[in-house]
């Protein structure tokens, strides 16, 4: 398990989908600029991470780029892919094919976001996905049941941190 982060608190290992639906849709910036302030105390505290290959992937988004480049986010927020998230990416694959779906047009950063949470003490993914439960069509809720992983939407991280607006 990694620990490099503080253990006496949770790590939210953050999908991309549950960032753009965020900020693009159901808390737009313009609207809950607090939640926004929120969101940047917990990755300044290194508790809100998302895997290289995610990162990459939420920066294809203009809106987001610029939220983290504003706000100096890159350093807390994004974790180098090392060879234990590798492993666990390839082990995730070998159980999940189908995770990375060739119809969609998207990169495949499910696995990465699932191996680093599943490496990190105290970590739960975070993410807007609804569950399948489909071999044929998982989605990351799916393979964080069957890793005994947690997962949950971000209105429930909020709940979690007991945030109020």
Known sequence: MNSLF??????????????????????????????WCKMVELIRK?????????????MEDSGIKLWCNQNNLKQYFQVPVDEFVQEKVSEILTVFPKLLDDRRDKSGADPWCIAFAQVTDNCIVVTEENPTDSVNRPKIPDVCKHYKVECIKVVDLIKREDWIF
């Open 6 to 35: 503080n253990e006496n608190h949770i790590i939210y290992s953050l999908d991309t989908s549950a960032l753009f639906a965020a900020y693009n849709e159901r808390y737009p910036i313009a609207n809950f600029p607090a939640l």
């Open 46 to 58: 290194d508790r809100l991470k998302m895997s290289q290959v995610v990162f990459d992937e939420a």
